[in-house]
């Protein structure tokens, strides 16, 4: 499900933890109970194992199931951008949401 996972990172920048990105979208359709908790789960501990200390998603608003998962996996709704995109004449509001994990420090 996971489409590409893309790492940036900062030539030199002291104390700078890289960014990685992983999409996943509608190329996958999987629908089994308990598959996206899954897959959630497997990712947060990857990035824990990796060091990674917040991890940022977006969701639009009018998937309902998806916001669920989120917010069970732990994450926070930080801010929306209203209005982000218009697909057949609808608007959709896109959910920025994070979820920070504790530092292994």
């Keep these: ?7 940036e990172a900062a030539a030199g920048a002291s104390g700078f933890r890289s960014c990685r990105r992983a ?3 509608p190329r996958c359709r999987i629908s089994r109970p308990g ?17 990674l200390e917040r991890i940022e ?4 608003s009018n998937n309902a ?4 998962l989120y917010l069970k996996a732990g994450f926070d709704v930080e ?5 982000a995109r218009k697909l057949d004449g609808r608007y959709d509001d896109l959910v920025l949401m994070a979820l920070l994990l504790p530092s292994m420090e």
């Design 79 to 83: 801010g929306v951008r209203r209005r």
């Design 1 to 7: 499900m996971v489409r590409h996972l893309r790492a």
């Design 57 to 60: 998603l977006q969701v639009y």
């Design 23 to 25: 999409r996943h979208g």
């Design 35 to 51: 598959f996206g908790e899954g897959l959630v789960r497997a990712a947060l501990v990857h990035a824990s194992r990796i060091g």
């Design 65 to 68: 199931a998806a916001r669920a």
